[in-house]
């Protein structure tokens, strides 16, 4: 049957949300690709699958792209369409990822809530994995990709345009960062240093800090993991419940990537000074849970069945590299994802 299938998509549904089931084994006799949508707590499955099955993926012609959903094809193709304006490699891509959920969802009441029960709990995994996952990054990537000067350095909370940030709790820097190992290495090109951010609604929604900090540390206990995944809408204030939210919740909720490249002369000595090129796109969209997490997923499947020819042959690869001499962006751009440029 495998030899008849040129693409997989892998997915178990959670009611809107995905999280990836178990990996096909002898990837070298298995003659199809394979895209798979993951969530932030898999990365540790990522990892292992890039590390176990890399090498036996090229040799037989295999292609696996991981995480085909809003994490990480928004920022991917983000990143893809930004080195297209920039007309360059960027040294550095700052991202900032924002949610503008509906006001009837400031305060969740009955079908008001942001999300399904279903994302709570892949939440409660994340934390469980987390130090798993840290260890198996430090094991699989002991060096930095490239060297970050200490004046491009970010404390955890910084105000940017107006607003208070903090790092971007996705897998999306991850990934980015893998896809620029896989490319810089292949095609001896400059790595870019990309980060995220991300920010919340209102002020007073920096309180779910704290909490989420407390849970990680006490989601070490298997009954503590119960008892969040029991009640989801007790423990986060009924932001996430089993019922989920409403259709008209789910497309008022927008999400928009403001991604900004900067680039230096190679003999810069301070990087606070203005650097020779800097360019801002943005990226948004609508119901980034659902619809968006869908279609990027169907889109990615399409573009590798469609443009093969222009990817690499095998080998588990990141979204940013598998697809970055497509027409990703184009076909993106058909389904109510836009990209526009800010400032030149």
């Known amino acids: 049957m495998c030899e008849l299938v040129r693409v997989t998509l892998q997915s178990v549904e959670l009611v809107g949300q995905v999280a990836n089931a178990n990996g096909y084994r002898d990837l070298a ?17 990522i990892f292992n699958a890039f590390r176990n099955n890399h090498n036996a993926a090229e040799e037989g012609n295999v292609l696996i792209v991981p995480s085909c959903g809003l994490a990480s094809i928004p920022s991917a193709a983000g990143l893809m369409f930004l080195q297209n304006q920039f007309k360059d490699i960027p040294d550095v891509v700052d991202c900032y990822f924002r949610f503008d959920i509906p006001r009837r969802s400031y305060a969740p009441i009955g079908q008001h809530c942001l999300v399904h029960s279903g994302t709570w709990e892949s939440l409660v995994f994340v934390l469980q994995d987390l130090p798993k996952y840290l260890n198996l990054k430090k094991e699989t990537f002991p060096e930095p990709l490239v060297y970050e000067p200490i004046e491009l350095k970010r404390s955890f909370f910084h105000r940017h345009s107006g607003e208070v940030w903090f790092p971007y709790p996705g897998p999306d820097e991850d990934l980015i960062e893998m896809s620029q190992r896989y490319v810089s290495d292949k095609y001896e090109q400059k790595p870019i240093r990309f980060r995220s951010f991300c920010t ?11 909490p989420m900090y407390m849970y990680y540390y006490l989601c070490r206990f298997e009954w503590f993991r119960k008892m969040l995944c029991k009640h989801p809408k007790v423990f986060t204030a009924g932001y996430m419940s089993r019922q989920g939210p409403s259709e008209v919740s789910r497309m008022n909720t927008k999400y928009t990537l403001t991604m900004t490249g900067k680039s230096w002369d190679s003999n810069v000595k301070n990087y606070e000074h203005d650097p020779k090129k800097s360019l801002t796109v943005k990226v948004s969209g609508t119901d980034p849970g659902y619809y968006t997490t869908a279609m990027c997923l169907i889109i990615s499947a399409m573009t590798i069945l469609r443009e093969s020819d222009k990817m690499p042959k095998g080998g588990v690869l990141m979204p940013a590299a598998a697809f970055q001499n497509t027409n990703l962006v184009e076909n993106l751009m058909k389904h109510k994802m836009e990209f526009e440029v800010v400032t030149k």
């Open 29 to 45: 006799t298995l003659q199809c690709k394979y895209a798979k949508m993951q969530l932030k707590h898999q990365l540790t499955q």
């Open 200 to 210: 919340v609604p209102k002020f007073y929604h920096f309180l779910i800090i704290p």
